[in-house]
């Protein structure tokens, strides 16, 4: 089963909801969420403007104290996605990568959650509505047990898993 979602959220981007390599829309984000047992992992994809509000190299001290700001955000799970309750999930350290800022290219930031829960979530609420107010839209890739199915959330709702 584990190879099954792992493939899944692997074809998912190549197949159905295929994009243009290095476009991206402010504004916008795509997470990939797979729960197998009581594992959760949630990888989120995002234009460096909605995070940070500018995607080059910080000029001043206050894009450079930004830059920081969210990296340290980023690295807080419950600032981005918080697992109903019941399943009384665990964040493990995720996986931040910040951008890079090559001349003339789109910046994303990229980062992974893994959550260890007692129970597979029935829904996560999306803390980074919140924290990253610019995000106004996210395309959810979701793979389960159950099978794959993909959702459009507004700023403010919730991701259900049901």
Sequence with gaps: MKRFITLALLAIPLSTFAHEHGAHVHGAAEIDVAIEGK??????????????????????????????????????????????????CKAAAPVVNMPTFKAGEHSDIDAEYSFECAKAPSSVALALWKTFPKFKKLTANIA???????????????????
Excluded: C, H, M, Y
Aim: no cysteine; proline share 4%; aromatic share 2%.
């Design 144 to 162: 389960t047990d159950k099978g794959q199915q993909q959702a459009q959330l507004k700023s403010g709702q919730t991701l259900n898993l049901k």
């Design 39 to 88: 594992k959760l992992v949630i990888t989120l994809e995002s234009p460096a403007d909605n995070l940070l509000g500018f995607e080059r190299a910080p000029k001043t001290d206050a894009e450079k104290a930004k830059l920081k700001s969210v990296a340290e955000q980023l690295n807080n799970a419950a600032l981005l996605f918080v697992p109903d309750a019941a399943a009384q």
